[in-house]
């Protein structure tokens, strides 16, 4: 099975089909980590907190008319219709179909690729309201992940990959922090007891690629742009991965 990696998509739904199409044509799946932005008019602005600068979604791919070529599997970001994600969580749970081919995997969610597991949890890190229960945030705190989401994954028995949006307590190194407590000791105990083989994170619009410890490798995606092409390739069991960048 052929994998495609990619980051945080922004809504640009043309440069991502148009770049699989052009460099991994065979692909047999598409995982994106978060700020995916399918957004279905600018009604669904209301639900999210969004710079302008993301909000150019031109709406060229029509994600609701247009094929969606590859399969494709997203997590939420912390710039996401969260309104329309809300209700497919609602109705749908855990990977949630958006239309053929396109899937939300939830705010927390798990599912079979092959005979491996990938777990995912949606959203950034907001220390304020890590505690609280999601059914009692605004529409707009959809955006964080929350303790509950934490306990979900920490339930699964054991993943081979786990999908993030953004980064957890012991990056700093990699990324200037302009806040206290910007990033998640949580998340970063929850990676170390669940040793999933494989992190995969968006949300810092960052390449990097390193092994973590001896249990997990941390890939961070680079965000889409036009010319988004194949910047590395890994296997893992039956998996070819390619990391676009
Ligand atoms: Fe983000």
New binding site residues.
């Given amino acids: 099975m052929r994998i495609a990696l990619v980051g945080?998509v922004h809504g640009h739904f043309n440069w991502l089909y148009r770049s699989i199409q052009k460099y991994l044509p065979n692909a047999d799946l598409i995982l994106t980590t978060?700020?995916f932005g399918a957004f279905r008019s600018v009604e669904d602005y209301y639900s999210t907190k969004i710079p302008k600068k993301h909000m150019d979604h031109n709406f060229e791919y029509n994600l609701w008319k247009d094929k969606i070529p590859v399969k494709t599997i997203f997590i939420g970001?912390?710039?996401e219709p969260n309104g329309f994600l809300k209700s497919l969580w609602e109705t749908q749970g855990q990977f949630s179909k958006l239309t053929d081919n396109l899937f939300f995997l939830g705010y927390h969610g798990a599912t079979n690729i092959g005979d491996t597991l990938l777990a995912g949890i949606s959203g950034?890190y907001s220390p304020k309201n890590f505690e609280r229960a999601r059914k009692h945030l605004d529409i707009r705190r959809w955006r964080h992940f929350l303790k509950e989401d934490l306990e979900y994954i920490r339930s699964l028995k054991s993943m081979d990959y786990l999908m993030i949006?953004?980064w957890f307590q012991g990056m700093e190194n990699y990324f200037k922090c302009k806040f206290v407590n910007c990033l998640s000791p949580q998340l970063r105990d929850l990676i170390i007891e669940k040793k999933p083989p494989f992190v995969f994170a968006?949300?810092m619009h960052t390449y990097i690629n390193l092994k973590l410890n001896e249990n997990t490798r941390f890939i961070s995606l680079a965000i889409l742009k036009e010319n988004t092409k194949i910047i590395e390739k890994f296997e893992y069991n039956n998996h070819e991965f390619f990391i676009f960048g």
């Fill in positions: 945080d978060g700020d970001g912390n710039h950034n949006h953004d968006g949300h």
